[in-house]
């Protein structure tokens, strides 16, 4: 927003650009509040902490399915979301202290992932998640454990 109230006082503080807040048509210009979108930034409550997220899951799960992470704010609202296409997956994530959840699923690619894109894969199975509060300037681990036979189980670790 600054910068376009900037880039709009040189404009017109030329002479070159007599006409200058008007439009096209001999109309006044719409004023910036009418064209740019509104902005308002999320507040962010305390210092940033750390999530790492590790996933224990076999090393050829990379070959058959591609994996998500997610983080989630307390609202539900989508904070980040990954695809892996190695294994294991895994993040860590400076975050604003407060209330978090991870969600990690896979989804199938009907044969070599290779080559892939995300609308060719199959639809989300194995999908699991945990609670994760994160603490002003400290550490939180989550270890998602995904055996290639059952389904994942996230948790604190």
């Known amino acids: 927003m600054r910068s376009v109230v900037i880039a709009l006082l040189l404009a017109c503080s030329g002479s070159v650009l007599a006409g200058c807040g ?13 064209t ?11 210092g940033p902490g750390t999530l790492n997220v ?4 076999p090393a050829d799960r990379a070959t ?5 992470l997610r ?5 539900g609202k989508n904070v980040l979301e990954r695809s892996y ?8 994530e400076h975050l604003g202290a407060g209330n978090y959840r991870v969600v990690t699923w896979i989804r199938p690619c009907g044969g070599a992932c290779e080559g892939k894109k995300d609308d060719q894969l199959g639809v989300p199975e194995r999908i699991c998640g945990t609670k994760a509060d994160v603490a002003d300037a ?10 290639p036979d059952a389904d994942c189980v996230a948790e604190i670790g």
């Open 138 to 147: 400290a550490v939180t681990e989550i270890v998602v454990k995904a055996p």
């Open 54 to 57: 590790k996933v224990d899951e």
């Open 64 to 68: 058959a399915f591609v994996r998500y």
């Open 85 to 92: 296409r190695s294994a294991p997956a895994g993040l860590s």
């Open 36 to 46: 740019v979108p509104p902005h308002t930034p999320e507040v962010v409550e305390g």
């Open 71 to 75: 983080i989630e704010d307390a609202r």
């Open 22 to 34: 008007t439009g096209a048509t001999g109309q006044p210009a719409r004023s910036s509040t009418e």
